[in-house]
T-cell receptor
Framework: GQNIDQPTEMTATEGAIVQINCTYQ??????LFWYQQHAGEAPTFLSY??LDGLEEKGRFSSFLSRSKGYSYLLLKELQMKDSASYLC??????????WGAGTKLIIKP | SQTIHQWPATLVQPVGSPLSLECTVE??????LYWYRQAAGRGLQLLFY??????ISSEVPQNLSASRPQDRQFILSSKKLLLSDSGFYLC?????????????FGEGSRLTVL
């Protein structure tokens, strides 16, 4: 079966760094997306990894290890507006996105 | 630039009533179109996707249906709503045959069935 595992909720302090982990099991693999979703809003694209390694984009970085079925999203210099849910979504062999329930990130002052 | 809009944003409907959610995309041709549902605290559930006019694939058997009467129009419907149909419905599009497959979402429609 296809499965996505992410922590349900995480708490971090403004200005700090947080790493959100994701492990996945899919039928085939064609890359992995991270999306950000603020409460009551639609998800917005953050990153896409198709090869192993780290992709950096400003304060956000995403890492992928295909052999381990593992990815993480690293958020630096946390701001209050980063409070949101973060969704890990791998692409399976049919290019269908498999969505996890997401990790709710709470930022405290 | 490409834009996607869906409406209505919020609706409250009684059990057994019909439903129609509409989604339109501008600025692109022949997009892949999707309807997702997100229940509270749950992941996105793919309901329908379409690769062209009149071509609808259903992922989950239920009392919902989808139609694509025009290239950039996608409609989600139900003849009789159930309580379990409550949720946050999201329309999305992607560039066809592109490996990145990034999804661009509409604003979402929050449905409450009473």
């Amino acid at each position: 079966g296809q499965n996505i595992d992410q922590p349900t909720e995480m708490t971090a302090t403004e200005g700090a760094i947080v790493q959100i982990n994701c492990t996945y099991q899919t039928s085939g693999f064609n890359g992995l997306f991270w999306y950000q979703q603020h409460a009551g809003e639609a998800p917005t694209f953050l990153s896409y990894n198709v090869l192993d390694g780290l992709e950096e984009k400003g304060r956000f970085s995403s890492f992928l290890s295909r052999s381990k079925g593992y990815s993480y999203l690293l958020l630096k210099e946390l701001q209050m507006k980063d409070s949101a849910s973060y969704l890990c979504a791998p692409f399976d062999s049919n290019y269908q996105l498999i969505w996890g329930a997401g990790t709710k990130l709470i930022i405290k002052p | 630039s490409q834009t996607i809009h869906q409406w209505p944003a919020t609706l409250v409907q009684p059990v057994g009533s019909p439903l129609s959610l509409e989604c339109t995309v501008e600025g692109t041709s022949n997009p892949n179109l999707y309807w997702y549902r997100q229940a509270a605290g749950r992941g996105l559930q793919l309901l329908f996707y379409s690769v062209g006019i009149g071509q609808i694939s259903s992922e989950v058997p239920q009392n919902l249906s989808a139609s694509r009467p025009q290239d950039r129009q996608f409609i989600l419907s139900s003849k009789k709503l159930l309580l379990s149909d409550s949720g946050f419905y999201l329309c999305a599009w992607s560039v066809p045959r592109e490996d990145t497959g990034e999804l661009f979402f509409g604003e979402g429609s929050r449905l409450t069935v009473l």
